[in-house]
């Protein structure tokens, strides 16, 4: 652009003009004060870290609301024999199954926040009766091994439809369910097992009928860490009986633990 | 070695906190973006208050400065940004009419004015160079007086401009020829 210089050159030349000084010192102390208020000088400084400090905090203490609180909604999974759609299922599981109803049943009554946290447990009829009723109740379900995991009941799933007879069943139960709480004797025990057996009869399944002869095989042969805790203990209560008016009770209490210690001694004078 | 630091040091400087470097650096363009205004702008007053905004949006907007661009085109840039501005708001703004009162107003003293006679065939050659570059149309003037004042090229033309090579190759052009015609006339 050679050829135009001399047009750069006659126009510089008759192009003096500037802004005046008031506006340069207004722009020159601007420019100034601009660099000596720092950007976020003192505001960065604690910005980040102040940030930082806020969310770690909001962090572990939203962990630990949610360790301490309670789950909204109880857990809706279950492993729970009682969620499986048998068409049959012996009525010794039904009887199970309706003890544990009743359990939720009046577990529900309580408040809610027991119902939520604790886990509604299957009953454990082994645990609860000595050995030569236990044997005879439980006949499938004390094959399952002791240390069971918990099992939660699903608290919308509704129970499936009860077999015919079910009611009168699930009154026993109920009703054993009441009694399990209270000390119990020996004869007790196996009156009741005997009713759950008279249950179990009454509505017979092919899978009753294959565990008949094993539960019949076990009260014939009790365990014997069970004899050796429960021969002095019950010879006490013998002893009581007899010593009460109850003479029946005591002669069935008698036979019951000659059958099941046979070689224990007696007390001569009895 | 080169004493006088260049735009891009100096507004490296400034970023880093040198309000000196400021200092040099607006002594550099004060007069080149004063006058850009100054031609394309009704009154002195107007020019005055562009001249500032923009000085003042530099001076808010140092940090996002690039050093990959030049100084030069990112000030008019924002100098281009601010007319367009000015003209959306006042549509009665257009080209600068210089009045006669104005021009001698405007110049100030050189060195040969002093000179009766040179005073006076200045004078006349300024309001013809002054009077020319009213006649040409907006586009063509702003792109000579980005080149004139602001010493930009036909790229940096585009770029401050926002117009393709091309056009701002062209628009140059155009108007550099119908100056030379104006000072013929008065060579």
């Known amino acids: 652009m050679s050829e135009f210089e001399p047009i750069y050159r006659a126009l510089r030349e008759h192009s003096r003009e500037e802004p005046s000084p008031e506006i340069d010192r207004a722009i020159r102390a601007a420019a100034r004060r601009a660099v000596n208020a ?18 770690l905090v909001l962090g572990v203490t939203t962990v630990l609301v949610m360790q301490k609180a309670p789950p909204t909604s109880p857990p809706a999974m279950s492993t729970a024999p009682a969620a499986e759609p048998t068409a049959g299922p012996p009525p010794a599981d039904m009887a199970e199954k309706a003890s544990a109803q ?28 000595p050995a030569p009723a236990a044997a005879a109740s439980a006949a499938p379900v004390s094959a399952a091994p002791v240390s069971a995991p918990p099992v939660y009941a699903p608290p919308a799933a509704p ?38 057996s008279a249950a179990a009869a009454e509505t017979p399944t092919p899978r009753a009928v294959e565990a008949a002869p094993m539960a019949a095989s076990r009260a014939a042969a009790p365990a014997p860490e069970r004899q050796l805790e429960s021969a002095e203990s019950w010879l006490d209560r013998l002893r009581a009986l007899k ?25 001569t004078d009895w | 070695m080169n004493a006088d630091p260049s735009d891009h040091t100096l507004m490296l400087r400034y970023q880093a906190g040198d309000a000196a470097a400021f200092d040099l650096l607006y002594a550099r363009h004060r007069g080149g973006l004063y006058r850009y205004f100054l031609r394309q702008v009704k009154t002195r007053e107007i020019a005055e208050e562009l001249y500032q905004d923009v000085w003042t949006k530099l001076i808010a907007a140092r940090l996002s400065w690039q050093p990959s661009a030049q100084f030069n085109t990112w000030l008019y840039t924002l100098a281009h940004n601010r007319l367009i501005d000015h003209y959306r708001r006042d549509a009665r703004a257009r080209a600068v009419e210089f009045e006669s009162d104005d021009i001698e107003q405007l110049h100030a003293p ?16 300024a309001a013809a160079l002054q009077s020319a570059l009213a006649t040409l149309p ?14 930009l090229g036909v790229a940096e033309i585009a770029s401050s401009a926002g117009i393709g090579f091309e056009a701002a190759k062209s628009r140059l052009r155009y108007a550099l020829n119908k100056m030379r015609l104006a000072l013929k006339a008065y060579a």
Do not use: C
């Open chain 1, 38 to 55: 720092r950007p976020g000088g003192i505001t960065r400084s604690w910005f980040q870290p102040m940030a930082a400090a806020a969310v």
């Open chain 1, 102 to 129: 009743n359990e939720a049943r009046e577990r529900k009554e309580e408040p809610i926040e027991y119902a939520e946290r604790v886990p509604i447990m299957q009953p454990k009829p082994q645990a609860v009766a």
């Open chain 1, 159 to 196: 129970p499936p439809p009860p077999p015919p007879g079910a009611d009168q069943l699930l009154q026993r139960t109920q009703d054993a369910a009441a009694k399990r709480d209270q000390p119990m004797l020996p004869s007790e025990q196996s009156s009741r097992t005997g009713a759950s």
């Open chain 1, 243 to 267: 010593q009460s008016t109850d003479s029946t009770r005591y002669e069935a209490e008698l036979k019951a633990f000659k059958q099941a210690h046979p070689n224990h001694p007696l007390p």
């Open chain 2, 110 to 125: 050189a060195s040969r004015v002093d000179e009766p006679s040179v005073q006076a065939q200045s004078r006349e050659a």
């Open chain 2, 138 to 151: 907006a586009p063509q003037r702003e792109a000579f007086l980005l080149s004139l004042e602001g010493g």
